[in-house]
């Protein structure tokens, strides 16, 4: 457990950047149409090292268990939120739904046979207050609508379906060519809401292009990997409760980038927050932290 616990730092600081690029891209392309090009160009890049390197294919019914995680990740998760965005649903509220993800998913963890103690409930809800206080100052309930609503919360059961449908039929699978079959579904999802619903112009500006390289090198590929691995060596509620410590660490980012404010609100949301997935996952410390917990009660 040791090596996953120095994952999840890693994991955490590239996923919490989703929000920063989307403010980046989002202005020049419509969702569907910024996430099929970044999908396609994750297949486009993986192939080539799935071909060199001879890396082994799925076979039989666990391809179709690949693609159904890989769309409810990919294309029910991001194309949700980002959809939702673009239809007037401020970024903190978006966000926010999405925190419920970890919520939801310890109340469905018997799918996977998991048993959530009632130690880290405790640790869900303070996480969610912690969310519910980072994000507090910025949420904003005008120029809402229905579709947007359902939109981001579709999202946050898309996310959370992937995560227990992918812990119980495929959690385990090449990483190389798992990543081919779901970005591929998730593309040809997108191209076919794309033609469905969207003008497919896109403005080639320096922020879109450092957004959507960003978008498929550091997230698509690289934080994508490291979730994988996460969710293969612990359980779902665990590795769920991660994604309580990505609004405050994209507040930071926020704040560094676009000099959003810093307030004491904020502060204390950020220190519930890491307080509640430190006392789900205190099972998963490292044997020297846990030692060193232990002599400080």
């Known amino acids: 457990m040791t090596s996953t616990f120095w994952f999840t730092p890693v994991f955490i600081l590239i996923w919490s950047t989703g929000f920063i690029i989307a403010r980046y891209g989002m202005p020049y392309s419509e969702p569907m149409t910024f996430l099929a090009i970044r999908f396609g160009a994750v297949v486009l890049c993986m192939i080539p090292i799935v071909l060199w390197l001879k890396a082994p294919w799925p076979r039989g019914r666990q391809v179709w268990h690949i693609a159904i995680a890989g769309a409810l990740f990919q294309f029910g998760y991001l194309g949700g939120v980002w959809a939702a965005v673009k239809l007037g649903m401020p970024a903190g509220l978006a966000a926010l739904i999405i925190g419920l993800q970890p919520i939801l998913t310890g109340l469905l963890a018997s799918f996977v046979s998991e048993h959530v103690t009632p130690r880290q409930w405790l640790g869900l809800f303070l996480g969610l207050t912690g969310v519910a206080l980072v994000l507090f100052t910025n949420i904003r309930l005008e120029g809402l609508s229905l579709a947007s609503i359902l939109l981001a919360f579709g999202g946050m059961f898309a996310i959370t379906s992937g995560t227990l449908y992918q812990k119980r039929f495929c959690p385990s699978f090449d ?14 999802l997108c191209v076919i809401m794309m033609f469905l619903f969207e003008t497919r112009e896109i403005q080639w500006t320096v922020p879109m292009i450092g957004a959507m390289l960003w978008g498929i090198l550091a997230i698509s590929i690289g934080a994508m990997s490291l979730w994988f691995i996460l969710l293969r060596r612990g359980d779902a509620t665990k590795v769920s409760s991660m994604m309580y410590l990505v609004p405050p660490t994209t507040a930071i980012m926020a704040w560094i980038l676009f000099d959003e404010p810093m307030t004491p609100t904020v502060l204390m949301g950020i220190f519930i927050t890491m307080l509640g997935v430190l006392i789900i996952n205190q099972a998963s410390w490292p044997d020297w932290l846990k030692r060193r917990a232990s002599t400080q009660t």
């Open 175 to 188: 990483l190389r060519t798992g990543s081919v079959i779901q970005f591929s579904i998730s593309t040809l």
